[in-house]
């Protein structure tokens, strides 16, 4: 059975730090991009990041440039997404999902319709 499944949300004061994971079972993370994405209530789903099957490419939204760092793990089949200096515009559910590809490819994009399997979300609040 493939799956997603995210942690590591929570409640966190403005300028504090949040480290999200996204654990994957049923199949390797060799053949997927990843990407998180995230979404506040009464707003659409966005791109937060992802990252290519090699690792070497990653992108990220304007609006978290600089404070988010994406991450993999292929062995331990796991992605993170290392967020500081958050703010309350930050606040939401935050997904990972997994986009088919082939493996040590060096291209990632944050088109949600790409995406293929998703997690149940976590959720994020940023508030002091």
């Known amino acids: 059975q493939l799956q997603l499944v995210e942690s590591g949300g929570g409640l966190v004061q403005p300028g504090g730090s949040l480290r999200l994971s996204c654990e994957a079972s049923?199949?390797?993370?060799?053949?997927?991009?990843i990407g998180w994405f995230r979404q506040a209530p009464g707003k659409e789903r966005d791109g937060v990041s992802c990252?290519?099957?090699?690792?070497?490419?990653?992108n990220y939204a304007d609006s978290v440039r600089g404070r988010f760092s994406i991450s993999r793990d292929n062995a331990k089949k796991m992605v993170y997404l290392q967020m500081n200096s958050l703010q309350p515009e930050d606040a939401a559910v935050y997904y990972c999902?997994?986009?088919?590809?082939?493996?040590?490819?060096?291209?990632?994009?944050?088109?949600?319709?790409?995406?293929?399997?998703w997690g149940q979300g976590t959720q994020v609040t940023v508030s002091s």
């Open positions: 049923g199949f390797t993370l060799d053949y997927v991009a």
């Open positions: 999902a997994a986009a088919r590809t082939y493996p040590l490819q060096s291209f990632c994009t944050m088109a949600s319709p790409s995406y293929v399997y």
């Open positions: 990252i290519s099957s090699s690792g070497r490419t990653t």
